[in-house]
């Protein structure tokens, strides 16, 4: 089957490695293209590239049999391809996806046109619920996980300064992922622990808040911005941190958070109504604040980091929770839906 993966950009989000790993269970069995819906360049790209997939730059629907389509964003690319060939499209936001529906109109088109609609989880389902009611796409909800750190025999932490606590955080440095509250919390923190602490940000830099940038200008050594990096260096760092943090206003099912529990890393996360989907709890496998509250934000931090009996407790529970979901492989089920969509196209053919 020929296939083409629209993606979204080729720097490294979640979702763009999610499309990566679906794309090397793929091209084992078919021909398989990409293209990324913003032009540009990125650590993506050439992992893509070193699977032989060719780069495309527009959508020919006349050269495929089936177009999977990455991220909320690509809704009108979803609606004018699937006029000529079926399209699965599939869907990482949650709240966020909601809003840019609500500013970008013609995204929204994607879901009368769609043929199958796969998200992560059931909360995306209710977000996106009054866009389903009318949608003739089939709704699959399908958890992924990455498994980059089980393909390294010797994964080797990241070196870093001796009695230097690590506190690192993954992904665009941007308004909706909230680093600001991170280092304002960090901030908030006694002297004495404060000074301990290195705090590693990595992700592509688009925006922080002046008052955050300024303290990350003021303290290079203490707030450190790497930018984006390969995944494989990434899982180092987080196998060397002591914490990691996500403050985000707004996620479906971040990789991180499983990468860091497969690691034994305890993490600090915003209290999102998505994570109790997925099986996350405040003190049983995670520390959660409210968005925004860096008060508890900061007591969450230094609790993760001073209580050695919170950190194995919330680190074993965490490991718990992903070794059950690793039992269900997501590239098994998504191919198997790639061949149902084919398998329906060639029933339509037939006029049933």
């Not at 619920?129 to 009318?134: E, N, V």
Request: with cysteine.
């Amino acid at each position: 089957m020929k296939i083409l993966l629209l993606n979204d950009e080729f720097y490294t989000t979640g979702a763009s490695i999610a499309m990566l790993r679906l794309a090397e269970r793929l091209v084992q069995n078919h021909e398989v293209s990409v293209m990324s819906r913003i032009e540009g360049e990125g650590e993506i790209k050439k992992k893509f590239e070193a699977l032989g997939i060719p780069i495309v730059k527009d959508i020919q629907t006349d050269a495929v049999d089936l177009l999977i389509a990455n991220t909320i964003l690509s809704g009108a690319h979803v609606a004018a391809a699937a006029a000529k060939i079926p399209v699965i499209w599939w869907i990482h936001e949650a709240e966020i996806g909601r809003d840019m529906l609500l500013r970008y109109p013609q995204v929204a088109e994607g879901f009368k046109h769609a043929s199958h609609i796969v998200f992560q989880t059931e909360f995306q389902r209710m977000v996106y619920g009054s866009f389903l009611f009318d949608s003739p796409a089939t709704v699959h909800v399908m958890p992924f996980w990455n498994d980059a750190i089980y393909r390294q025999e010797n994964l080797q932490p990241e070196a870093k300064t001796p009695n230097k606590k690590r506190i690192l955080s993954i992904g665009t440095i941007e308004p909706r992922k909230r680093y600001a509250d991170t280092i304002m919390a960090i901030d908030s923190l006694d002297a004495e622990l404060r000074n301990q602490i290195e705090c590693v940000f990595i992700g592509k830099y688009l925006q922080l808040p002046e008052g955050a940038r300024k303290l990350a200008d003021a303290f290079p050594e203490r707030y450190r911005m790497l930018g984006e990096l390969p995944n494989e260096v990434a899982l180092s760092y987080m196998a060397s941190a002591d914490l990691f943090v996500l403050a985000s206003e707004s996620e479906s099912q971040p990789l991180t958070i499983w990468e860091a529990f497969e690691l034994g890393v305890p993490v600090c996360l915003s209290d999102l109504e998505t994570y109790r989907h997925i099986g996350l709890r405040h003190a049983r496998n995670a520390m959660m604040h409210p968005i925004g509250n860096i008060e508890v934000l900061a007591a969450n931090v230094r609790t993760l980091l001073t209580s050695d009996g919170l950190r194995k407790s919330v680190t074993a529970a965490g490991k718990s929770l992903l070794l059950k979901n690793l039992t269900d492989d997501w590239t098994d089920r998504f191919e198997r839906l790639v061949y149902r969509v084919n398998t329906e196209a060639e029933i339509k053919k037939l006029g049933y």
